[in-house]
């Protein structure tokens, strides 16, 4: 198994940035994809971004692209997603998980704890 933590959240006003941070502990990291998501309060979990074991890769939320970007280092087990230019509708708690190169929430096995991102308007 592996253990996924996530930091880099906090209070941010609009139009600012953030960067998170989701370190791997356990098997072999580079092998896997790397997947963020994200859940609102009284929503369902959403695909964010995505990246091959390679980081040759990506996927982003079609509502995303161009404000999120993001990357991994497999030297250091770590996948980081860039945000800039948030809104408040950004608002939610983001997870990092590892497993399949796709948009969806059921081809990823492994999920951190989640990191808090609040935007204020």
């Known amino acids: 198994q592996v253990q996924l933590v996530e930091s880099g959240g906090g209070l941010v006003q609009s139009g600012g940035s953030l960067r998170l941070t989701c370190t791997a502990f356990g098997r072999t990291f580079r092998s896997y994809a790397m997947g963020w998501f994200r859940q609102a309060p009284g929503k369902d979990r959403e695909f964010v971004a995505t990246i091959t074991w390679g980081g040759g890769s990506t996927i982003y939320a079609d509502s995303l692209k161009g404000r999120f970007t993001i990357s991994r280092d497999n030297a250091k087990n770590t996948v980081y997603l860039q945000m800039n230019g948030l809104k408040p509708e950004d608002t939610a708690v983001y997870y990092c998980?590892?497993?399949?190169?796709?948009?969806?929430?059921?081809?990823?096995?492994?999920w951190g704890q989640g990191t808090q991102v609040t935007v204020s308007s």
């Open positions: 998980a590892t497993g399949t190169f796709i948009k969806h929430a059921w081809g990823y096995d492994s």
